[in-house]
């Protein structure tokens, strides 16, 4: 019981940013797509802040349950709008973890904003104010920080394979891309051969010790 509480106040601290950045994620892919001449994403009601546009159910039951991986609705692009298609590509790419990044920043600047406030000292009114937003504030820069590093992971279809792309010669692009039907089973190795995890933990321990320190 004691284990399932715990579990249940982890979640409820960590939902709301969760959800906020895998949104904005999306639509910062979306935008930017926008801004380049691509209307899929809007005509396909995806420049929205309505995460239930951008959720998929079982994709974040799985981050919830497994902590390592998951997966949202991706994003519809045509790339054939882009004057520059690899740069088009890059420049969509890297939107959603950049976003991300910046959603940390701002989660980082509130976190150091309710340490001022210090919240293992304050009086017994405030700490139903201030000690949340401590909590959901660290949480924030965890969960984005993580999105926004796993998707630059160099793993077609994450954002990582798009950037790696603009890089190579024109005539890799089509075996190297090709490799995001076999993506998913590819990460699932690293999962289960316990890489994804340590990668994870060393960013988290990055993240404990010289952000959120």
Do not use: C
């Not at 390592?68 to 790419?93: D, E, M």
């Amino acid at each position: 019981m004691e284990s399932l509480y715990s579990s249940l106040r982890e979640l409820s601290i960590f939902i709301f940013p969760l959800i906020l950045g895998i949104t904005l994620h999306e639509v910062g892919h979306g935008y930017v797509a926008y801004l380049l001449g691509d209307p899929t994403a809007k005509n396909a009601g995806r420049l929205t802040l309505n995460p239930l546009k951008h959720l998929d159910p079982i994709g974040l039951l799985v981050l919830i349950v497994t902590r390592t991986i998951g997966w949202a609705k991706p994003v519809p692009i045509n790339p054939n709008y882009f004057k520059n298609l690899k740069q088009g590509l890059l420049l969509v790419s890297i939107a959603g973890p950049l976003v991300n990044f910046f959603l940390a920043l701002v989660f980082w600047l509130i976190f150091k904003l309710s340490i001022f406030f210090n919240p293992f000292g304050i009086s017994f009114g405030q700490v139903y104010i201030v000690y949340p937003v401590y909590q959901i504030s660290a949480a924030g820069v965890i969960v984005n920080i993580i999105l926004g590093v796993f998707n630059l992971i160099p793993i077609p279809p994450l954002d990582g394979s798009k950037v790696v792309a603009y890089f190579l010669p024109s005539s890799w692009l089509p075996k190297y891309l090709g490799l995001e039907k076999y993506g998913f089973f590819i990460i699932l190795l690293f999962v289960f051969t316990g890489l994804l995890n340590g990668f994870l933990e060393n960013t988290l321990n990055i993240i404990y010790k010289y952000i959120l320190s």
